[in-house]
């Protein structure tokens, strides 16, 4: 624990402007961000008598050994390198909400030729439109597969899209009508994507012109005697109603707006959001955090306010956002929303009316979410202490391990030798810490040796983190002996100064209390000696054995026994099978990458967007054997040289056997460049 008073900034030194604040530990990591309207007033709350500061605040200063700031010219400067240095640095004690799962979207890739409707995850793409988040996949695709009835918009991938323009005629839902069949040519590549527009503008909630618009030809069909086309469309518009209908209006002014509540207790937050369009709930998640920092509930909306907007631009920024209190500065925010909209954005705490009421409903969704989370945390929490107690009693450890890294090997009969580490903290994987090796001190298959380099690989790069920020004191660290190892920076008393450090988390900078290896003794052994050979005595090793589920120590002739009940032996478990898996996957990621490599890898100076040019140009490997240089040399990028060496690799390379289906004895004609390009 360091004494916040021997990094105070000296009187006067700290500017009376806005700004963003960090505050970083011995190891030079950004363990805090803040952002002050006066970074001097702001500074100095934090150094006063430590026993007058919230608890958690204590231990953040007290954890801290520096701290830095930055000067900007407004408040909303100061509230966007805010939320990006957060997103960067990732420290450890600020508010970090976490979404309990991920939430699935309505997508129309209007980026493509002929759009696509689909359930979309993950981060948002450029030229894509999204409708949600929807709290489950099923509740898009009922709703998509009424629509279709009226927007028959394509619903299905590339390569099927593709494979029916070589048929030349459609799939089963272009029979049955739900897709107006762009593969085939029925529609124009114009009339598909109005089709799609007219699909988004409906799940905007411009929904009353539509159906109003579809009654009239309705009326007009039944008075011209049309009535197969009148009675479709009285169908096509049941549909649209059913659709509607999963989506009750609760706000009648048609309001585009989300509400945020929060439910808190002393030690963690929830947070819930409704997405309302059009006066419908079109949308809603939830968020759950740790209150690591003390945090009222105006700077929890300020912080969810930060994480739900920050990406977003335009329309993704609705017109009102309805919050349970107003942040600290609620004109700075508002200022920002309006920048990322494009327009003013309303800011408020709803007081009565249609919106109070739903404010209300939200709130309870709230409540419950952080009632359910407590009802599961408590019982994890629980065994997560229990099982690290019960490894460290075993194993004879001063503390609980609240970091443990694994590592196994992998390889294929001796080929593709990789190895996989996996870190674990406080009992829940880390993810963003997991790293993969090749093994390249040596060819062949030898398990041991391969442990002693990787674990040599992975603590060499831990040591010359200490000797680049400072920390190393004493003889110079080991030089690196293994290929890819990377060596020290320096192996002198000076260091790199502060400032050319940018606080991101480091690789292999935080070393683990215990080291845990996929094998029994020799794999520790070598493990063990690693370490010994670099002179680090303060990391435990164990290794775990798959034959009896055998936990094995150094220097030891038997193993310890964990009860099969054991939390402590669950636990080890999951992380070597963690690491098992990890190492797999990217062996086989390995392995079908040399097997795949294909003609076009043998031409000189024919890179990927090269190579996937060719294939998109000529639809397969197959018709590129059977192009001119002329015609090679029409795709973007190709010259003649490139052309001609292209055609000689071709011609020398022997066609590959076709493949057959081996259920039907169908052969499978090659139409597509994946497996040899």
Same mark, same amino acid.
């Given at each position: 624990?360091?004494?916040?008073?021997?990094?105070?900034?000296?009187?006067?030194?700290?500017?009376?402007?806005?700004?963003?604040?960090?505050?970083?530990?011995?190891?030079?990591?950004?363990?805090?961000?803040?952002?002050?309207?006066?970074?001097?007033?702001?500074?100095?709350?934090?150094?006063?008598?430590?026993?007058?500061?919230?608890?958690?605040?204590?231990?953040?200063?007290?954890?801290?050994?520096?701290?830095?700031?930055?000067?900007?010219?407004?408040?909303?400067?100061?509230?966007?390198?805010?939320?990006?240095?957060?997103?960067?640095?990732?420290?450890?004690?600020?508010?970090?909400?976490?979404?309990?799962?991920?939430?699935?979207?309505?997508?129309?890739?209007?980026?493509?030729?002929?759009?696509?409707?689909?359930?979309?995850?993950?981060?948002?793409?450029?030229?894509?439109?999204?409708?949600?988040?929807?709290?489950?996949?099923?509740?898009?695709?009922?709703?998509?597969?009424?629509?279709?009835?009226?927007?028959?918009?394509?619903?299905?991938?590339?390569?099927?899209?593709?494979?029916?323009?070589?048929?030349?005629?459609?799939?089963?839902?272009?029979?049955?009508?739900?897709?107006?069949?762009?593969?085939?040519?029925?529609?124009?590549?114009?009339?598909?994507?109005?089709?799609?527009?007219?699909?988004?503008?409906?799940?905007?909630?411009?929904?009353?012109?539509?159906?109003?618009?579809?009654?009239?030809?309705?009326?007009?069909?039944?008075?011209?005697?049309?009535?197969?086309?009148?009675?479709?469309?009285?169908?096509?518009?049941?549909?649209?109603?059913?659709?509607?209908?999963?989506?009750?209006?609760?706000?009648?002014?048609?309001?585009?707006?989300?509400?945020?509540?929060?439910?808190?207790?002393?030690?963690?937050?929830?947070?819930?959001?409704?997405?309302?369009?059009?006066?419908?709930?079109?949308?809603?998640?939830?968020?759950?955090?740790?209150?690591?920092?003390?945090?009222?509930?105006?700077?929890?909306?300020?912080?969810?306010?930060?994480?739900?907007?920050?990406?977003?631009?335009?329309?993704?920024?609705?017109?009102?956002?309805?919050?349970?209190?107003?942040?600290?500065?609620?004109?700075?925010?508002?200022?920002?929303?309006?920048?990322?909209?494009?327009?003013?954005?309303?800011?408020?705490?709803?007081?009565?009316?249609?919106?109070?009421?739903?404010?209300?409903?939200?709130?309870?969704?709230?409540?419950?979410?952080?009632?359910?989370?407590?009802?599961?945390?408590?019982?994890?929490?629980?065994?997560?202490?229990?099982?690290?107690?019960?490894?460290?009693?075993?194993?004879?450890?001063?503390?609980?391990?609240?970091?443990?890294?694994?590592?196994?090997?992998?390889?294929?009969?001796?080929?593709?030798?990789?190895?996989?580490?996996?870190?674990?903290?406080?009992?829940?994987?880390?993810?963003?810490?997991?790293?993969?090796?090749?093994?390249?001190?040596?060819?062949?298959?030898?398990?041991?040796?391969?442990?002693?380099?990787?674990?040599?690989?992975?603590?060499?790069?831990?040591?010359?983190?200490?000797?680049?920020?400072?920390?190393?004191?004493?003889?110079?660290?080991?030089?690196?002996?293994?290929?890819?190892?990377?060596?020290?920076?320096?192996?002198?008393?000076?260091?790199?100064?502060?400032?050319?450090?940018?606080?991101?988390?480091?690789?292999?900078?935080?070393?683990?209390?215990?080291?845990?290896?996929?094998?029994?003794?020799?794999?520790?052994?070598?493990?063990?000696?690693?370490?010994?050979?670099?002179?680090?005595?303060?990391?435990?090793?164990?290794?775990?054995?798959?034959?009896?589920?055998?936990?094995?120590?150094?220097?030891?002739?038997?193993?310890?026994?964990?009860?099969?009940?054991?939390?402590?032996?669950?636990?080890?478990?999951?992380?070597?099978?963690?690491?098992?898996?990890?190492?797999?996957?990217?062996?086989?990621? +390995? &392995?079908?990458?040399?097997?795949? %490599?294909?003609?076009?890898?043998? @031409? /000189? !100076?024919? $890179?990927?967007?090269?190579?996937? *040019?060719?294939?998109?140009?000529?639809?397969?490997? +197959? &018709?590129?054997?059977?192009?001119? %240089?002329?015609?090679?040399?029409? @795709? /973007? !990028?190709? $010259?003649?040289?490139?052309?001609? *060496?292209?055609?000689?690799?071709?011609?020398?390379?022997?066609?590959?056997?076709?493949?057959?289906?081996?259920?039907?004895?169908?052969?499978?004609?090659?139409?597509?460049?994946?497996?040899? *390009?």
């Amino acid at each position: 624990m360091a004494d916040p008073s021997s990094y105070r900034p000296r009187p006067g030194e700290i500017p009376d402007s806005p700004g963003v604040y960090k505050f970083r530990d011995d190891h030079r990591r950004v363990i805090y961000v803040g952002k002050a309207k006066s970074l001097r007033q702001r500074l100095a709350s934090y150094f006063q008598d430590v026993a007058n500061l919230h608890p958690r605040t204590a231990t953040m200063v007290t954890t801290a050994a520096s701290v830095e700031w930055t000067v900007v010219s407004t408040e909303v400067e100061a509230l966007q390198l805010e939320y990006s240095w957060i997103k960067e640095y990732d420290p450890r004690f600020n508010v970090k909400y976490r979404d309990d799962k991920s939430y699935p979207y309505l997508a129309v890739t209007m980026n493509e030729e002929f759009p696509r409707v689909q359930v979309m995850r993950g981060a948002k793409r450029k030229g894509v439109r999204y409708f949600g988040p929807y709290g489950h996949a099923w509740a898009i695709r009922e709703t998509v597969d009424l629509m279709l009835r009226v927007f028959p918009v394509r619903t299905c991938s590339a390569g099927v899209l593709r494979n029916h323009q070589q048929k030349g005629r459609p799939c089963l839902l272009g029979y049955i009508g739900k897709c107006s069949a762009p593969c085939v040519g029925r529609v124009t590549p114009e009339e598909h994507r109005e089709l799609a527009e007219e699909f988004c503008d409906f799940m905007a909630g411009r929904t009353g012109t539509y159906i109003r618009r579809l009654e009239q030809r309705m009326t007009e069909a039944a008075e011209e005697m049309e009535y197969e086309r009148a009675a479709r469309l009285r169908d096509d518009i049941g549909a649209l109603r059913r659709a509607l209908e999963k989506n009750a209006v609760v706000l009648t002014d048609a309001t585009d707006a989300d509400l945020i509540a929060v439910a808190e207790d002393e030690l963690e937050a929830a947070v819930q959001i409704f997405h309302v369009r059009g006066g419908r709930v079109r949308g809603q998640r939830g968020w759950v955090t740790d209150k690591v920092e003390a945090v009222d509930t105006a700077g929890l909306v300020e912080h969810a306010l930060q994480q739900l907007y920050g990406e977003e631009r335009g329309e993704s920024v609705p017109k009102e956002v309805l919050v349970p209190a107003l942040p600290e500065e609620p004109e700075t925010v508002g200022q920002w929303l309006g920048e990322r909209r494009g327009s003013q954005v309303s800011l408020r705490v709803p007081r009565r009316g249609d919106k109070k009421d739903l404010m209300e409903t939200v709130q309870r969704n709230a409540v419950q979410a952080l009632g359910l989370h407590k009802t599961k945390r408590a019982s994890d929490l629980t065994t997560r202490s229990r099982a690290l107690e019960e490894i460290a009693e075993a194993l004879g450890l001063d503390s609980a391990p609240l970091r443990i890294e694994c590592f196994d090997i992998s390889h294929l009969q001796g080929e593709d030798v990789v190895a996989s580490m996996v870190v674990f903290e406080d009992g829940l994987p880390r993810k963003s810490e997991y790293r993969r090796f090749q093994i390249k001190g040596f060819e062949g298959q030898d398990d041991v040796r391969s442990m002693h380099e990787v674990i040599g690989r992975r603590f060499r790069r831990y040591l010359a983190e200490k000797d680049r920020t400072g920390e190393w004191i004493g003889a110079d660290p080991p030089a690196p002996d293994a290929p890819g190892a990377s060596a020290a920076p320096g192996h002198t008393a000076e260091t790199t100064p502060p400032e050319a450090d940018d606080g991101r988390p480091r690789r292999f900078a935080y070393p683990p209390q215990l080291v845990v290896v996929d094998g029994g003794r020799p794999q520790v052994a070598a493990a063990r000696r690693a370490l010994d050979e670099l002179g680090i005595d303060d990391v435990a090793v164990c290794g775990l054995a798959k034959r009896l589920e055998e936990v094995w120590l150094p220097d030891e002739d038997d193993p310890v026994i964990l009860p099969r009940s054991s939390e402590g032996l669950y636990l080890l478990q999951r992380v070597r099978d963690t690491a098992h898996d990890f190492a797999i996957r990217y062996q086989r990621s +390995k &392995r079908t990458k040399r097997i795949r %490599i294909g003609p076009l890898d043998a @031409v /000189p !100076g024919l $890179g990927e967007t090269r190579k996937q *040019a060719l294939i998109k140009h000529f639809g397969s490997v +197959k &018709r590129l054997r059977q192009a001119t %240089i002329e015609q090679i040399c029409e @795709v /973007p !990028g190709m $010259g003649r040289k490139t052309a001609e *060496a292209l055609v000689t690799a071709l011609a020398q390379a022997a066609p590959a056997a076709p493949a057959v289906n081996t259920a039907t004895g169908e052969i499978i004609e090659e139409n597509d460049g994946g497996s040899t *390009a």
